[in-house]
T-cell receptor
């Protein structure tokens, strides 16, 4: 049962244009969402996150949008740069309740290629 | 300093060997994690330590034995592994989540494990 889905295995965009990466989730208990970037032979690098009480969070060229009713989030990168070429994972975390932990459930990833 | 270090970078071991993976962070994080990542798949959570105590074991076989000797160090002891255990093993750390939301996890570069 895949609770976090990234339905596009790959995305190709031109340098300077907008990259939009999408993510859907099924677990309504998820209340925090994160995007990670991963280069080959490296660990994932945290990019940006959003809490379920917000619908948008912006950090420089990166903006994450959350549509709770549709259980959908997206990452916008504007303008896209060749150095952004990597695998992008969205991840979600459910409320811990009385227990303190931070289990992340990852999507399958989208390979972004930005052409010069 | 947001660095998580992992040693070794690469490890080849036979099915009868005993080996250990090591992870270290100096960010003052009190939650540490082991993930397993197979090729073209997302990271999968194995273990979570919170305040040096094991808080989550995602039904991982006993041939994987985690240890958290102090707040900066996390080990993964390996014994009698199978070839299908070959994967990238990632360590991560974060602040301890309490209540709603989550803190971003910082990942190390991983140990590429091959079981022959």
């Amino acid at each position: 049962d895949q609770q976090v889905k990234q339905n596009s295995p790959s995305l190709s965009v031109q340098e300077g244009r907008i990259s939009i990466l999408n993510c859907d989730y099924t677990n309504s208990m998820f209340d925090y969402f994160l995007w990670y970037k991963k280069y080959p032979a490296e660990g994932p690098t945290f990019l940006i996150s959003i809490s379920s009480i917000k619908d948008k969070n912006e950090d420089g060229r990166f903006t994450v949008f959350l549509n709770k009713s549709a259980k959908h989030l997206s990452l916008h990168i504007v303008p896209s740069q060749p150095g952004d070429s990597a695998v992008y994972f969205c991840a979600a975390s459910a409320r811990a309740g009385g227990t303190s932990y931070g289990k992340l459930t990852f999507g399958q990833g989208t390979i972004l290629t930005v052409h010069p | 300093d947001t660095e998580v270090t992992q040693t070794p970078k690469h490890l080849v071991m036979g099915m009868t060997n005993k080996k250990s993976l090591k992870c270290e962070q100096h960010m003052g994080h009190r939650a540490m994690y082991w993930y397993k990542q197979k090729a073209k798949k997302p990271p999968e959570l194995m273990f979570v330590y919170s305040y040096e105590k094991l808080s989550i074991n995602e039904s991982v076989p006993s041939r994987f034995s985690p240890e958290c000797p102090n707040s900066s160090l996390l080990n993964l002891h390996l014994h009698a592994l199978q070839p299908e255990d070959s994967a990238l093993y990632l360590c991560a750390s974060s602040r301890v989540q309490t209540g709603q939301g989550a803190y971003e996890q910082y990942f190390g570069p991983g140990t590429r494990l091959t079981v022959t």
